[in-house]
């Protein structure tokens, strides 16, 4: 079936440093790949999101890029912040009819000053 | 332009009883969808609204239904309510029947006793 694994987390970083957060999805056909982020408290955010093989999706200095090869969309930011401290949660849509997205577990980050 | 609300914020139910949450989408928003947020389980998907039809139906009991009105906004109920059925329940609308841009309320949190 279909299904999207994200590496589990917590992740703590300090300010400044790389961040990658691994997805890798199974699916039947050519989904749509998201990244949600979620801030304490609060409903999920889109940050950003990938329709087709090979293409990056990019927000608030964040990237991610449609790998078909390897079935990823790994999360990069190259400096983060303490702001950037949230559960974030890869998505993929396979069905495109609106609603049903599957998500990761989520990845928890937690940036220290 | 107003969010997603949803309504109440917080519920404290027992074993048995009822509950009715309610979500009012972005203006012009036509999906409504539903998801349960679960620290075991993460975010699965419940059903989605358009047009006041249900389209889409996640792996749920009958307990749970849900119902969109003409003006979209959309209400969920469940009954005979088990302690499992604690979570966040977050509900997502979008303008069309796509998934490029859902956006999320700040969720119901339900506690079951």
């Known amino acids: 079936g279909n299904s999207v694994t994200q590496m589990e987390g917590p992740v703590t970083l300090s300010e400044e440093a790389f961040l990658t957060i691994n997805c890798t999805y199974t699916?039947?056909?050519?989904?749509?790949l998201f990244w949600y982020v979620q801030y304490p408290g609060e409903g999920l955010q889109l940050l950003l999101k990938?329709?087709?093989?090979?293409d990056k999706g990019s927000n608030k200095g964040f990237e991610a890029t449609y790998r078909k090869e390897t079935t990823s969309f790994h999360l990069e930011k190259g400096s983060v912040q303490v702001s950037d401290s949230a559960v974030y949660f890869c998505a993929l849509d396979v069905y495109n009819q609106g609603g049903k997205l599957i998500f990761g577990q989520g990845t928890e980050l937690s940036v220290k000053p | 332009k107003a969010g997603v609300t949803q309504t109440p914020r917080y519920l404290i139910k027992t074993r048995g009883q009822q509950v009715t949450l309610s979500c009012s989408p972005i203006s012009g928003h036509r999906s409504v969808s539903w998801y349960q947020q679960t620290p075991g389980q993460g975010l699965q998907f419940l059903f989605e609204y358009f047009s006041e039809t249900q389209r889409n139906k996640g792996n749920f009991p009958g307990r749970f239904s849900g119902r969109q009105f003409s003006n979209s906004r959309s209400e969920m109920n469940v009954s005979t309510l088990e302690l499992g059925d604690s979570a966040l329940y977050l509900c997502a609308s979008s303008f069309d029947a796509t998934n490029e841009k859902l956006f999320f309320g700040s969720g119901t949190q339900l506690s079951v006793l």
């Open positions: 990938a329709t087709k093989a090979d």
């Open positions: 699916a039947t056909g050519y989904p749509s």
